[in-house]
């Protein structure tokens, strides 16, 4: 009887410190999904396609916390991840497999997720479409005034993006308007422009690489696969995971090599990823990131010359010392391969380093400055004004 006193004891103190520790910091407790109906109607998909998981569930945190480590988090069959045999083996399979020239797998998946978006709950990947985001926040979804406050390369990055997506509309129409048998409405009104950047961003965000064979349906390599609540699991730099389709259970798998702690978020490492990387190709910024650094636009063919917490890169400080040299082509090979030419030449290097960074104090204190001015200016107009 002591025995058990005891043991009700302690978790009614372990219930007690819980309840607290909620109400001191109820912004810090997860607030549970999986009564939503739109993730009951998800698990039910995954769940009729062999998925069962009972280490995890969805829902919305805003703090951080660190399963065992080498514990199987995920293990996603085969059957629920969305791949171009998906779309292959589709409704518009036969219209892909007879197209000239070739369609990327990229667009393949891109315009299945359009047709399944439009077809509704008539469409067996609707329990997924309907808990993808409606927008995405990376850079190439900013209207044009706030694309401007951005950095320059990070500006010239989302434009290639839009620009590519826009590409990918325009020398595509004559393939769209062929899977007009397959839609209820005119090609033009379903496959439109944003909604094709609405995939291709679903694709870009939310895809793990996956090698897949050849297709000789389609062009380019294939490396994609949307992975349902697999993709609900958010990046953490400092946090290191395995993961990869396994060949023998035929599934996406991915195992915990820092463990997690119980009833805290559970997180993936989605790569070395500098904050410029993630904003652009995800629509986040991470704080107290190992990855960051600062780029150095140049105007010129001069790629990654960075600026880190470390100080100017190798690459920047070879680059400066090689403009600190005349034409010489000894001098330049003995610079490359890390030899420092002479005192006043490494001097003058360090010298434009600082400069540099100076520039780069300054460029930042100016966008803040427009950013500021941007928010004031936004949150001065009337709401009804934003709405309309």
């Known amino acids: 009887m002591r025995g058990h006193s005891h043991r009700a004891g302690r978790t009614a103190r372990k219930r007690r410190q819980k309840r607290e520790s909620s109400t001191l910091c109820p912004s810090l407790s997860p607030v549970s999904l999986c009564h939503q109906p739109q993730h009951v109607k998800l698990w039910k998909f995954l769940h009729h396609r062999g998925f069962s998981s009972t280490l995890l569930q969805p829902a919305l945190f805003t703090g951080t916390t660190s399963y065992i480590p080498g514990q199987l988090i995920i293990s996603l069959p085969e059957s629920c991840l969305l791949t171009t045999s998906t779309v292959l083996h589709s409704?518009?399979?036969r219209y892909i497999k007879s197209w000239k020239p070739r369609l990327s797998p990229l667009l393949a998946l891109c315009i299945f997720l359009v047709c399944e978006r439009h077809r509704g709950e008539a469409s067996d990947w609707f329990p997924y479409i309907n808990v993808l985001p409606t927008v995405y926040t990376c850079p190439a979804y900013f209207s044009d005034d706030v694309m401007a406050l951005l950095p320059a390369s990070v500006r010239r990055r989302a434009l290639e993006q839009r620009e590519a997506v826009k590409e990918m509309h325009s020398t595509n129409q004559e393939f769209f308007r062929s899977l007009q048998p397959v839609l209820s409405q005119p090609t033009a009104d379903v496959l439109t422009y944003e909604a094709l950047r609405w995939a291709w961003f679903s694709v870009n965000t939310r895809t793990v690489f996956m090698s897949?064979?050849?297709?000789?349906?389609?062009?380019?390599?294939?490396?994609?696969?949307?992975?349902p609540f697999l993709d609900l699991l958010n990046h953490r730099p400092d946090v290191q995971v395995k993961a990869g389709f396994n060949d023998?259970?035929?599934?996406y798998e991915i195992r915990s090599v820092s463990g997690t702690l119980r009833y805290q978020q559970a997180f993936i490492n989605y790569g070395s990823h500098d904050n410029q990387q993630l904003l652009l190709e995800y629509g986040?910024?991470?704080t107290a990131n190992p990855h960051s650094v600062v780029y150095v636009d140049t105007g010129k063919p001069l790629h990654n010359l960075t600026v880190s917490s470390d100080g100017p890169s190798w690459r920047l400080m070879t680059a400066l010392r090689l403009l600190s040299l005349p034409q010489t082509l000894h001098q330049w090979k003995a610079v490359l391969l890390g030899q420092l030419?002479?005192?006043?030449r490494e001097q003058w290097s360090v010298r434009m380093a600082k400069r540099l960074c100076q520039r780069l104090l300054q460029d930042t204190c100016s966008a803040l400055d427009k950013v500021c001015a941007h928010v004031h200016e936004f949150n001065s107009v009337p709401v009804l004004q934003h709405i309309t």
């Open 91 to 93: 409704y518009l399979g």
């Open 212 to 227: 897949h064979a050849s297709s000789s349906f389609l062009s380019g390599p294939d490396n994609y696969a949307l992975a």
């Open 248 to 251: 023998v259970t035929r599934c």
């Open 284 to 286: 986040f910024v991470t």
């Open 341 to 344: 030419v002479c005192e006043e």
